[in-house]
């Protein structure tokens, strides 16, 4: 009609049309178009078909079609802003250091990714610049000269303080607000502990390549050196990659090649086994020292979805949980075990692929993490025998000590498996 061909004209009008239809087919929502061109929308120019939800209010639906679309508008353009301000830098700094272009094009992809999720969470954007030009520098210092790490790194905190930039870089990931801390009250104990000349030893699961990190900016602000002082057993990756070497450098670290990667490549097999007799020689004396805080992911590894895409504890090997307990028996100094369970795979998941070369693309979310400390575990009883006839699950009086050495490994790891549940249902927001 004339009217629809006067109002069809109106740039407005034709943006409102398009955003209901839009809204109308995604809500399965019928439209009377000459209706809709009136003045006043009468009540038949909306009509829902059978078995669905009454539909919004024209109003209230392209309120919430301009949030979402004014999300994505806004995350697009700010990585686009992003992205090449970050190349801008890079380009600038590659003339002064020589860095291959697989790690500039994947510190262009994780420091664009991370500087848009600080823009989106509406944080200070000039305090994580400055830090990013800090890190920047940092990588690229890494890559002209790569550090050498020992077997027992100890975290470098001067002339330039690898620890906080760390820390604060991490902090600019975490949605504080809503992270957690489940069982905080033990770290008391732990500390009492150390104080004491015992030795502490936290069995977790490992998700995020910034787990140390992440550890720190959730314990610093409620137990003030405990994290600073905690002994992480890591594995080369964090040490040979040139994006992950100025994190490593701030952290008290034990070098080690997994169980995963001591095999791959064949010919470095060797050479690899012996550094790791060397690490365990260290680790030895630590725990002979005593007074230390070790964390250890007995899965040798980072955790990975299942076929449904949800994350799962990776199973423990039993010989890694058995290592720490024959140390602390030889060292003769107290031990306490106790099961930590990490939420942090939505920051900074690690790659689908188990394996693949050093270098792995990096793309951060700003989330919410979370830890729960459990209960100490009395190990020694799991190697002398059963608690109780039947407990854990497969033990008997009769058991070998392997078997028994597999009931405790497999007891820890449920105790770690159902405190991260009770982490993900709480925080993971891609289950809500």
């Not at 919004?56 to 353009?77: D, F, H, N, P, T």
Request: charged letters at 25%; proline letters at 6%; one cysteine or more.
């Amino acid at each position: 009609s004339a009217r629809w061909r006067v109002r069809w004209k109106n740039p407005v009008t034709r943006m409102l049309l398009h955003l209901t239809l839009h809204l109308a087919l995604a809500a399965g929502v019928r439209l009377d178009a000459h209706a809709l061109c009136s003045p006043r929308v009468p009540k038949g120019a909306l009509s829902q078909r059978p078995r669905s939800a009454p539909p919004l209010m024209i109003v209230e639906q392209l309120r919430s079609l301009k949030e979402a679309v004014g999300s994505r508008v806004k995350g697009a353009a700010a990585a686009a802003i992003v992205e090449k301000k970050v190349s801008e830098k890079l380009a600038a700094a590659q003339e002064k250091y020589n860095v291959p272009d697989k790690y500039l094009n994947l510190m262009r992809s994780f420091f664009s990714s991370y500087m848009t999720e600080i823009y989106m969470a509406d944080r200070d954007m000039d305090k994580y610049e400055a830090l990013l030009t800090q890190l920047m520098k940092k990588v690229l210092e890494t890559a002209k000269e790569p550090y050498q790490f020992e077997p027992y790194h100890k975290a470098m905190r001067e002339p330039f303080d690898y620890y906080a930039l760390g820390n604060e870089f991490a902090e600019g990931m975490v949605a504080g607000q809503e992270s957690v801390v489940k069982g905080a009250e033990l770290i008391e104990t732990m500390q009492q502990q150390v104080a004491a000349g015992d030795n502490v030893v936290l069995f977790a699961n490992h998700q995020s390549e910034a787990d140390p990190q992440f550890f720190s900016v959730l314990l610093d602000p409620i137990a003030p050196g405990f994290a600073e002082s905690t002994i992480f057993v890591a594995g080369d990756r964090v040490t040979t990659d040139l994006l992950a070497m100025p994190f490593s450098m701030g952290r008290n670290l034990l070098c080690i090649f997994s169980k995963k990667h001591v095999d791959n490549p064949p010919e470095l097999k060797s050479k690899k086994q012996r550094h790791n007799r060397r690490v365990m020689k260290t680790m030895q004396e630590l725990f002979t020292e005593g007074g230390q805080v070790i964390w250890v992911a007995p899965s040798g590894g980072r955790d990975r979805p299942n076929a449904d895409g949800l994350y799962e504890v990776a199973p423990f090997d039993s010989k890694s949980v058995e290592m720490f307990r024959l140390m602390s028996d030889k060292a003769k100094r107290p031990a306490h075990f106790y099961p930590l369970s990490m939420f942090t795979y939505p920051i900074c998941p690690p790659p689908q692929q188990v394996g693949g070369a050093v270098g792995e693309v990096r793309n951060v979310k700003y989330h919410p993490a979370g830890l729960h400390f459990g209960e100490e575990v009395d190990l020694s009883t799991f190697a002398e025998g059963c608690v109780v006839e039947g407990f854990p699950e497969g033990c008997s009086t009769e058991s070998s000590r392997e078997l028994l050495r597999e009931a405790f490994s497999s007891h820890l790891h449920k105790i770690v498996s159902a405190n991260y549940q009770g982490l993900a249902q709480q925080l993971d927001k891609a289950l809500r």
